[in-house]
Nanobody
Framework: QVQLRESGGGLVQSGDSLTLSCAGS????????MGWFRQAPGKDREFVAT????????SVLDSLVGRFTISKDNAKNMVYLQMNSLKPDDTAVYYC?????????????????WGQGTQVTVSS
């Protein structure tokens, strides 16, 4: 079973950028499609972005296209979420997740392994 650990969160101002990282251990991430999800206080966990096993086909939530980018480096066993032009509404705990499938997914229930999350807070 792969283990996931997110990093890179923090407190930023509106308009700033952040890159979140997700490090895999225990197994190679080349066996997994990956996803990023987020959960704001009092809200359900929501899909942010996903990418295929080989990193060739990323997909981002429509409302985040143009600001968020997901990428995957199987050689380094890493997944990234580049976030630009951050807004206060982006404030949430961000989670990295893995599914043992070629294709990514936007469904929380399709992912079987989760990291502990990293807090992103965007001040206005």
């Amino acid at each position: 079973q792969v283990q996931l650990r997110e990093s890179g969160g923090g407190l930023v101002q509106s308009g700033d950028s952040l890159t979140l990282s997700c490090a895999g251990s225990g197994r190679t991430l080349s066996n997994y499609a990956m996803g990023w999800f987020r959960q704001a206080p009092g809200k359900d966990r929501e899909f942010v972005a996903t990418i295929t096993q080989d990193g060739k086909f990323p997909s981002v939530l429509d409302s985040l296209v143009g600001r968020f980018t997901i990428s995957k480096d199987n050689a380094k066993n890493m997944v990234y979420l580049q976030m630009n032009s951050l807004k206060p509404d982006d404030t949430a705990v961000y989670y990295c997740a893995a599914r043992e499938d070629y294709y990514g997914s936007g469904d929380v229930d399709d992912f079987h392994t989760w990291g502990q999350g990293t807090q992103v807070t965007v001040s206005s």
